[in-house]
């Protein structure tokens, strides 16, 4: 949904920014507030020309956050070959003034998603993850969700799950006041997570890192499109844990995914493990009752590794 609005008060310094970039003068005139997530202001942004941008806003204080995601864009958008059906959209440019900090991107027209669109998300996120790295981990840190994620290259799978993403959520919650509430099931779970991990040899594959139904869609040729993304090299089921933590992935998208990559035995027992980290990073984000969901996960992970 689109709401018009007056010029933003970082329009001219958002144009200064574009002149930089495209080299010409550049005008913002109509501003449209887009829906979608709750930590930058999103906009369609046209210019006189006729051109459109695809324009995130927030404070400078969290240009760091944007920051990132031109990173993962760009890595993204290297990794695929001219045979993978995904599209990602490629930045403009980015910059900040004293009080905003901001990211232009192309725009995209989106279409509905439907089970041919589902088919090739599904072949495209395949092959990109067939594209891998000696060790686990970043060449940054970034984040997820407004949580930092770290991704300190790391040789073993099994040692990065539990220290960068797990370990760091657990920090998390003692900052937060709340891991006395799951200590016991942390505790325990720590111990006994090496059995999900004896027959399965996890690759340092290309992750999107984040991807919910919210960062996936299709443009308006049935193109499917990725976005958001907190990009690192891990075991690919995390993103395909991820798939089927809060739905909008269709069995199209799966059976395309299987076809060209098929998962290993055990991926079922592993999928809880992988999505209990994002329920915890939503326990220190939002608290409340994500932390009894976080708990609850944990009580079932425990008792299937016994």
């Not at 993403?165 to 919650?173: C, D, E, I, S, V």
Request: overall charge negative.
């Amino acid at each position: 949904m689109q709401k018009n609005m007056a010029r933003h008060p970082a329009a001219s310094d958002i144009e200064q920014s574009l002149v930089q970039t495209l080299g010409r003068g550049v005008k913002l005139d109509t501003w449209q507030t887009v829906s979608g997530g709750s930590i930058h202001q999103s906009y369609h942004v046209t210019s006189q020309p006729g051109q459109h941008f695809f324009i995130k806003i927030n404070h400078v204080q969290k240009k760091h956050t944007l920051d990132v995601e031109v990173v993962g864009l760009a890595v993204l958008q290297q990794h695929l070959t001219s045979d993978n059906p995904l599209r990602i959209p490629k930045v403009i440019t980015s910059g900040c003034s004293e009080s905003h900090a901001w990211l232009i991107l192309e725009h995209i027209t989106l279409g509905r998603s439907d089970a041919a669109s589902q088919a090739k998300l599904g072949k495209g996120l395949a092959m990109l993850h067939q594209h891998t790295a000696p060790q686990f981990g970043f060449d940054t840190d970034n984040v997820i969700g407004e949580s930092l994620q770290t991704n300190t290259w790391t040789e073993h799978w099994l040692d990065f799950w539990v220290e960068q993403r797990l370990g760091t959520q657990f920090k998390l919650a003692k900052q937060h006041g709340f891991y006395n509430q799951i200590a016991n099931e942390a505790e325990q779970l720590l111990d006994v997570i090496p059995a999900y991990f004896q027959d399965h040899q996890a690759q340092a594959s290309l992750l999107h890192g984040d991807l919910w139904g919210g960062n996936a869609a299709a443009d308006n040729q049935g193109k499917p499109i990725m976005f958001d993304p907190a990009v690192y090299f891990g075991d690919r089921e995390c993103d395909l844990a991820m798939t089927a933590l809060f739905g909008g992935f269709s069995a199209d998208f799966y059976a395309a995914y299987n076809d060209v990559y098929p998962l290993d035995d055990g991926y079922q027992q592993r999928k809880n493990l992988y999505n209990l980290y994002h329920i915890l990073n939503h326990a220190n984000l939002f608290g409340n009752a994500y932390i009894m969901q976080s708990k609850s996960m944990m009580q079932q992970l425990i008792r299937a590794a016994s």
